[in-house]
């Protein structure tokens, strides 16, 4: 049989032969690629389930490795080593260190959900990306993600007001992620803004920058969310 | 449908402020009637959900149950792709999970919030346009033709994925399709556009990194931009804050940065249909777009 995903096996392992013989019989041609055989002693049987407990990863267990995600994967299309089904599988495995080798472009999902429409078991593959980059942040294995910081900053801002605001949740987002705050290309796009802004929306946006809009009846909501949340992850992570 | 609550969300407010004003300029001109969520929240656009799933839920079915308990509406209209979808999400979690409407209202009980009870209808602008007036009574309002412009109808993702929360999408004739959405296409095929068949109608822009992986949004933008330039539009006609703002931005970006220079102008759906109407471009903030398409609609007649 024709080996598929070829790359995902790391090379030192695949023996590629000019000529083949095996038990006296020719095989050369397309027959001629082995790979060796390996025991695996380094998957974790608790992994899936640690996995399910993340906000997303609720249905890793119901794939049955039908490849339409990533065969619809906007990211896939970009980069042909990300790819869910596989680390979908890995996952049902547990072999945590060959999910740990794609550590750094998990996180570059962009939740455009074509995965999760697609899927014929509501497995939701977009929310494992999800929860496999959040397991790998709480582990110290990766670094926090720039788009964590951004969703940790969105978040806190509609906390305090029950809103946000652009300018602001941009600038927390440079300053938090060490980038300067005037990038060439944000300068051109602001001075495009600005060209034909009636005045009063210019005021209005710089005072919305100012004081962050607020929604007047947020009151103890954002409390409430908080404590939920904080309860919640208790509950799913001790 | 009668009247809806407008819910603009955070983006209208801020970056999508011509989307807001075309839109109520619009929604005025063709005799319709909308009043606006005052005090609303914002629906944690694609980020909160990452903190905690159920804050999605929470903040969407708090702005519905202001509607409903408080204003008295049973439908609310969100021309934001992003708000659409997590109001969607949100009615379909609380509708198909007993647990998680018993979460919302706990919630919403110990804030003091006014309480969802499932009883409100979320709308896309597009939708409640084709709904209450359709193709033939925006036909009868025109006073204009777009002239033949050519335009790239583009939906993005959050409007008609994943599926499964939209349940009035692909019930046949008449109905909105979750694969091929066609009703801005309809509404500007109506006003004398010329819908070209456009591939990547809901391709994703990369809106959820604009900024924290731009490298992969500017590319995607690209795809799309030449998609549709490709195809000989004139125009990307957008009907999400997000999508037309990450257009331009990206836009810009591979310009400035990357020296790829296109010329296909990104416009409002509301703005088009709005200049059709017989409105001035400035009514309808056409010159706050950064894509500055004015030289565009003055070659084709339009304004
Ligand atoms: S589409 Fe669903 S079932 Fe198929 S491989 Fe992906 S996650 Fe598994
Ligand atoms: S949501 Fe993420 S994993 Fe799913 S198709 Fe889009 S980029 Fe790929």
Redesign the interface.
Same mark, same amino acid.
């Given at each position: 049989m024709a080996i598929h995903e070829k790359s995902l096996i790391e090379p030192e392992r695949l023996l590629n032969h000019e000529t083949l013989v095996v038990d006296g019989v020719d095989v050369s041609g397309s027959w001629n690629t082995m790979i060796t055989p390996r025991t695996l002693r380094d998957y974790d049987d608790d992994f899936e389930e640690i996995i399910q407990k993340y906000g997303g990863g609720e249905n890793v267990h119901r794939c049955w490795q039908c490849g339409s995600c990533t065969n619809s994967c906007t990211m896939y299309a970009q980069n042909v080593q990300f790819n869910p089904r596989y680390w979908i599988y890995l996952t049902r495995l547990g072999l945590k260190d060959e999910i740990l080798k794609d550590k750094d472009i998990i996180w570059q999902c962009v939740s455009c959900n074509k995965c999760t429409n697609i899927c014929p078991k509501d497995v939701r593959p977009e929310g494992v990306m999800k929860a496999l980059a959040h397991w790998m942040q709480d582990q110290e294995i990766t670094e926090k993600s720039p788009s964590t910081h951004f969703d940790e900053v969105f978040w806190e801002e509609i906390y305090h007001t029950g809103r946000i605001e652009d300018a602001s949740v941009m600038m927390g987002f440079f300053k938090r992620t060490n980038q300067p705050l005037v990038q060439e290309w944000l300068m051109v796009f602001g001075q495009r803004m600005m060209k034909y802004m009636p005045v009063a929306q210019m005021i209005k946006m710089g005072l919305n920058y100012a004081i962050t809009p607020r929604t007047k009846s947020w009151g103890k909501t954002g409390e409430v969310l908080k404590a939920y949340v904080e309860e919640q992850k208790e509950v799913a992570h001790g | 449908m009668g009247k809806v609550a407008y819910y603009p969300g955070? #983006?209208l407010?801020?970056?999508g402020?011509p989307y807001d004003k075309s839109t109520r300029v619009l929604v005025k001109a063709l005799g319709l009637d909308m009043e606006t969520i005052s005090?609303?929240?914002?629906c944690?656009?694609?980020?909160?959900?990452?903190?905690?799933?159920?804050?999605q839920t929470?903040?969407s079915s708090?702005v519905m149950a202001?509607a409903s308990q408080e204003m008295g509406y049973d439908a609310v209209m969100a021309p934001c792709n992003g708000c659409y979808h997590n109001l969607k999400k949100a009615e379909y979690e609380t509708a198909t999970s007993e647990k998680a409407m018993q979460t919302v209202q706990d919630?919403a009980r110990?804030?003091?919030?006014p309480v969802y009870q499932g009883d409100v209808r979320t709308l896309h602008l597009l939708e409640w346009l084709m709904e209450d007036l359709g193709i033939e009574g925006i036909k009868q309002k025109m006073k204009k033709s777009l002239n033949g412009i050519k335009i790239a109808n583009y939906y993005g993702?959050?409007y008609?994925?994943?599926?499964q929360i939209f349940p009035e999408k692909d019930q046949g004739e008449g109905s909105e399709s979750?694969y091929k959405p066609h009703f801005m296409d309809d509404l500007l095929g109506a006003a004398g556009a010329v819908n070209i068949d456009f591939p990547l109608k809901t #391709?994703?822009c990369?809106?959820?990194?604009t900024?924290?992986?731009s490298d992969?949004?500017t590319?995607?933008v690209l795809n799309i931009i030449q998609a549709a330039e490709d195809a000989g539009a004139e125009v990307i006609a957008t009907e999400c804050p997000t999508c037309h703002s990450g257009l %331009?931005?990206h836009q810009?970006?591979a310009e400035? %940065?990357f020296g790829i220079k296109s010329s296909v102008k990104v416009i409002y759906f509301t703005q088009l249909l709005g200049l059709a109407l017989g409105l001035s471009p400035r009514k309808l903030g056409v010159?706050?777009n950064?894509s500055?398409s004015i030289g565009l609609l003055k070659e084709k007649g339009i304004v």
């Open positions: - | 955070c #983006a407010e801020g970056s402020g005090d609303y929240n914002c944690g656009a694609m980020e909160v959900k990452n903190i905690h799933p159920m804050l929470y903040l708090r202001l919630l110990k804030a003091d919030d993702c959050m008609t994925r994943p599926r979750s #391709a994703c990369g809106g959820a990194h900024l924290s992986d992969t949004s590319q995607l %331009e931005m810009i970006r400035t %940065e010159h706050e950064i500055d």
